[in-house]
């Protein structure tokens, strides 16, 4: 799985649910294409040190992420 995920990130998509939710297979994914962060596990989407460690590797994870979104740990009501 890491062989094709290196070649080509978005190959996520098509491996195994356990495989989603293993931290240097997604890693090797987002660091070659940013937006295969899409098929990582809901667990790894919302694990913000993993969040932090693949945005560090790759900025345009941040595109995978879409409608995830992270507040920082402010309350909700603290942006307006």
């Known amino acids: 799985a890491m062989d094709i995920v ?10 195994s649910k356990k495989l989603r939710n293993d931290r240097e297979v997604v890693l090797t994914a987002t660091i070659k294409d940013g937006s295969a ?4 596990s809901k667990e790894l ?10 945005i560090n590797k790759n900025a345009f994870a941040l595109i995978g992420l879409g409608k995830y979104r992270f507040d920082y740990g402010r ?3 603290s942006y307006s």
């Open 45 to 54: 989407r919302n694990d913000r040190e993993f969040i932090y460690e693949v």
């Open 6 to 15: 290196n070649k080509n990130g978005l190959a996520l998509k098509y491996v």
């Open 37 to 40: 962060m899409i098929y990582a």
């Open 75 to 77: 309350s909700a009501g």
